[in-house]
């Protein structure tokens, strides 16, 4: 079945960047059907669309985000990543992947694969 | 950006009983609502999609309604694994935003 899998540093310094990769398996990453998302959740808060990814590249971020975040794709290694620039300790999250649904008509459904999440800690 | 409410934020039920959660957006989006649980320390699960359709795999006392701006999450009898953190979406249009989550506990 289809796995997706965070990996990156758990702790990143404030100013710095924060990068993370999502490993995909049991499905190719270009996938028509289908779009790559990165969502994030403070502890014991809600949850936050930082922004997905098509396989041909083509991006859309959370306009709260926009000026910090890149979310690039490698389809050659099914992977997909984010990087989110001059962190602060707000930044400090458990950031999760998933894959999302598109619809026959281009429509977006749920987000119906995700990852197990990894925490980051902003912090020197 | 598409505000999403729900309500309540928190609720205590007895295994058996019938459980509603309702979750409204600032604005029309349609069907294009989705529903996740979520347990502690383990990511969202995907229950319903498009208000509702569900999910392969979700067991069918999960139901979902409603359309335009109004938007209902039903279990029809609480199980003992239901006991969770429950979260709208929408998918209409970006920004996505979630609902900040409904508490469902052992009463």
């Known amino acids: 079945q289809v796995q997706l899998q965070e990996s990156g540093p758990g702790l990143v310094k404030p100013s710095q960047t924060l990068s993370l990769t999502c490993t995909v398996s049991?499905?190719?990453?270009?996938?028509?059907?289908?779009?790559w998302s990165w969502i994030r959740q403070p502890a014991g808060k809600g949850l936050e669309w930082i922004g997905h990814i098509f396989s041909s590249g083509s991006t859309n971020y959370n306009p709260s985000l926009k000026s910090r975040v890149t979310i690039s794709v490698d389809t050659s290694k099914n992977q997909f990543s984010l990087k989110l620039s001059s962190v602060p300790a707000a930044d400090t999250a458990v950031y999760y992947c998933?894959?999302?649904?598109?619809?026959?008509?281009?429509?977006?459904?749920?987000?119906?694969?995700w990852g197990q999440g990894t925490t980051v800690t902003v912090s020197s | 950006d598409i505000q999403m409410t729900q309500s309540p934020s928190s609720l205590s039920a007895f295994v058996g009983d019938r459980v509603t959660i309702t979750c409204r957006a600032s604005q029309s989006i349609k069907n294009y609502l989705n529903w996740y649980q979520q347990k502690p320390g383990k990511a969202p699960k995907v229950l319903i999609y498009?208000?509702?359709s569900l999910r392969s795999g979700v067991p069918s006392r999960f139901s979902g309604s409603g359309s335009g701006t109004d938007f209902t999450l039903t279990i029809s009898s609480l199980q003992p694994e239901d006991f969770a953190t429950y979260f709208c979406?929408?998918?209409?249009?970006?920004?996505?935003?979630f609902g900040p989550g409904t508490n469902v506990d052992i009463k």
């Open positions: 979406q929408q998918s209409y249009s970006t920004p996505f935003t």
């Open positions: 998933a894959r999302g649904v598109v619809s026959s008509s281009g429509y977006y459904y749920d987000l119906d694969v």
């Open positions: 498009a208000a509702s």
């Open positions: 049991g499905a190719s990453i270009s996938s028509g059907s289908y779009y």
